[in-house]
């Protein structure tokens, strides 16, 4: 059997966005385990998998309690890990990858949600991969953060407004041998965008206690139809990047 990537969903509304399309125009059908359904988490053969993405959820790493397949899943990544497996990790996905590896994964007292800047490292400039990220305006959808494991390569990081009032440096991205991490969304397209703001708009009131729910959603939007095409080809840029660093994919 032919190996192909195998996407771990956290919750409906949180797809692998436009990504699923670049690689089914590729010849790479993703297989989708939803590790939010009654059965759990599939315990697929890494035998078959020929690059894992970790998308975003509305839980938290550190909620296994109320989450148990998460316990799997940490199990799961940590093996791929161990077998140098592609991974590429997006929100909570970036999380399990961090938590993984031993970093600390905790809540922020803060939430990013929205078009937002991250700041790119030298180191994060001059990577393969995350080089394509030419404009650093990019999706925000997360009130977690995680610390840069040991012998990773921190990418990017941007500044959050905490609930209190303050701003701290967060970190953004990273990467560990054939491991990315995003805290960002480099799939978001605007139909990914309306199916976030269909189950999940209402996050947008923990940005601050002065949010219009309603017009931070609706301007949200408003933005996205502007972006949609720029960013849609530099997460293609960084999709093709990922898939030719870690030896997935040769157009050559």
């Known amino acids: 059997m ?17 990504f699923g399309n670049v690689l089914r125009k590729l010849r790479m059908v993703p297989h989708i385990a939803e590790a939010y359904s009654d059965y759990g988490f599939p315990m697929s053969d890494l035998d078959l998998v ?29 093996r791929a890990l161990d077998r140098h497996i592609p991974i590429m990790g997006i929100c909570l996905g970036a999380q399990i990858i961090a938590k993984a590896l031993g970093a600390e994964v905790r809540p922020s007292g803060g939430f990013e949600i929205g078009w937002g800047d991250i700041e790119i490292t030298q180191q994060g400039l001059k990577d393969p991969v995350f080089g394509n990220i030419v404009n650093p305006t990019v999706v925000h959808w997360h009130g977690d953060v995680f610390e840069i494991p040991r012998g990773a390569t921190k990418l990017a990081e ?34 990914t965008a309306d199916e976030f703001l269909g189950s999940s708009a209402s996050d947008f009131a923990l940005a601050g206690p002065d949010v219009d729910v309603k017009a931070a959603a609706e301007a949200f939007r408003r933005e996205t139809i502007l972006r949609e095409r720029d ?13 030719r660093e870690t030896g997935v994919f040769s157009d050559r």
């Open 158 to 191: 941007s500044v959050m407004s905490l609930r209190d009032g303050r701003k701290i440096k967060v970190n953004q991205a990273f990467r560990r041998g054939r491991a990315y991490a995003f805290q960002f969304h480099p799939e978001i397209d605007l139909k």
């Open 2 to 18: 032919a190996k192909r990537p195998l996407v771990i969903q956290h919750a409906p509304a949180e797809p692998i966005g436009f």
């Open 50 to 78: 020929s690059a894992l993405f970790i998308m975003g959820g509305p839980m938290g790493v550190y909620e296994e309690p109320k989450y148990p397949f998460l316990v799997k899943e940490d199990s799961f990544v940590k």
């Open 231 to 243: 960013y849609m080809k530099q997460g293609c840029d960084v999709l093709l990047s990922f898939l």
